[in-house]
């Protein structure tokens, strides 16, 4: 699930502040960084599943369910912090996370992972460089960021952003329609899937992958490329 995060696609800016130099995570902004009119679209749901209070819910629901079930034993059930605690240790460390390094090991082949990875960078790339090259006026270096969350077993959550290591203080930019639908149609296929570049991520243990570019290095026949819409 792609969310393209920018002052025209959240619903407050003040989530997008940036406090140091780029790459920079946005997925620990939470709900901060919701879609507009969120409550109908489905990544509000998926970005509402990243905190912990509703995963904690949804991991206890054992402990009602069999409270309605065997009313007698209600108060026993309702007095079991410790087992409550277990629970949902044991399902945000084994469903839906990849405990050791050895499993995370297990999850692809090496090689796999670096074809993967060495496809994303190319993509990342061509796409910043076609952002970059749509925008004369741009001076500073850019990166376009790709996150996932850690979450395994669920659908994937990707976060997509392009920061600027701006003179005024990092920032992030303010993408056009065209330009998201670069994003949109440039980055994610058949032949790599969030779900591919999440078991790299798993296996990695690492979560953010990004690609820097220097205005300055862009030549002009992909400025003229971008200028004629190509």
Not at 15 to 27: F, H, K, Q, Y
Not at 80 to 86: H, S, V
Not at 91 to 114: F, G, I, Q, S
Not at 142 to 170: D, F, R, Y
Request: net charge neutral.
């Amino acid at each position: 699930m792609l969310h393209i995060v920018c002052p025209a696609t959240v619903l407050g800016r003040e989530g997008l502040v940036l406090t140091s130099a780029p790459p920079r995570p946005m997925l620990w902004r939470g709900l901060g960084i919701c879609p507009r009119n969120p409550f109908g679209k489905k990544i509000f749901w998926r970005l509402l599943f990243e905190q912990s209070l509703p995963r904690y819910l949804i991991a206890l629901t054992p402990f009602p369910v069999a409270m309605m079930i065997w009313p007698d034993l209600a108060l026993p059930i309702a007095q079991a912090p410790l087992a409550m605690f277990i629970l949902v240790y044991w399902v945000e460390a084994n469903v839906l996370a990849v405990p050791t390094k050895e499993k995370r090991a297990k999850l692809m082949p090496r090689e796999e992972a670096d074809r993967g990875l060495d496809l994303l960078r190319v993509r990342l790339r061509e796409v910043l460089t076609r952002i970059v090259a749509g925008r004369p006026e741009a001076a500073e270096r850019m990166h376009l960021v790709v996150e996932q969350s850690p979450l395994k077993g669920i659908v994937p959550l990707t976060l997509v952003s392009v920061q600027v290591e701006a003179a005024g203080g990092p920032q992030v930019l303010d993408l056009t329609e065209a330009e998201r639908a670069m994003i949109e149609e440039g980055i994610f296929d058949d032949a790599l899937p969030e779900t591919l570049l999440l078991r790299i991520n798993l296996t990695e243990n690492e979560f953010l992958r990004s690609s820097a570019l220097d205005p300055a290095t862009i030549s002009a026949h992909a400025r003229l490329l971008a200028m004629a819409g190509d």
